[in-house]
C-alpha cells in the first residue's frame, strides 16, 4: 500500500504484531512499539526490509539464508520488546 505525502509516494507496510499501517522509515510500530527490523542488501549495501524478496536499488534477489536468518532476529526483537 502507498499514498502520497508532501508530493512523495511513501511506502506502508503493515506491523507483524498488531497489523497496524507503517510508513516505510518508521523504525518501531507506533501502536505496540514493536521494531521494524531492516536490513542491507548483500549486493549493493543499500537498506532493504525483511520481507522484500529483490533489492529494489540494484535488482537482485534477497539471499534465502540471510531472510531465514532475520526472520528469527526479528523474532527475538518483538520478543525483547514484548518483554520490556
Same mark, same amino acid.
Given at each position: 500500500?502507498?499514498? !502520497? &505525502?508532501?508530493?512523495?509516494?511513501?511506502?506502508?507496510? =503493515?506491523?507483524?504484531? @498488531?497489523?497496524?499501517?507503517? !510508513? %516505510?522509515?518508521?523504525?518501531?510500530? +507506533? %501502536?505496540? &512499539?514493536?521494531?521494524?527490523?531492516?536490513?542491507?542488501?548483500? %549486493?549493493?549495501?543499500?537498506?532493504?526490509?525483511?520481507?522484500?524478496? %529483490?533489492? +529494489?536499488? @540494484? &535488482?537482485?534477489?534477497?539471499?534465502? !539464508?540471510?531472510?531465514?536468518? $532475520?526472520?528469527?532476529? !526479528?523474532?527475538? =526483537?518483538? $520478543?525483547? =520488546?514484548? $518483554? &520490556?
Amino acid at each position: 500500500m502507498n499514498y !502520497e &505525502k508532501d508530493n512523495k509516494i511513501v511506502l506502508i507496510s =503493515a506491523c507483524k504484531n @498488531c497489523g497496524q499501517n507503517l !510508513e %516505510y522509515d518508521w523504525n518501531i510500530c +507506533p %501502536y505496540c &512499539k514493536t521494531p521494524v527490523v531492516s536490513i542491507v542488501c548483500n %549486493y549493493c549495501g543499500q537498506e532493504i526490509k525483511t520481507n522484500w524478496n %529483490y533489492c +529494489p536499488h @540494484c &535488482k537482485n534477489k534477497v539471499k534465502a !539464508e540471510i531472510k531465514d536468518k $532475520l526472520r528469527i532476529d !526479528e523474532f527475538n =526483537a518483538w $520478543l525483547r =520488546a514484548v $518483554l &520490556k
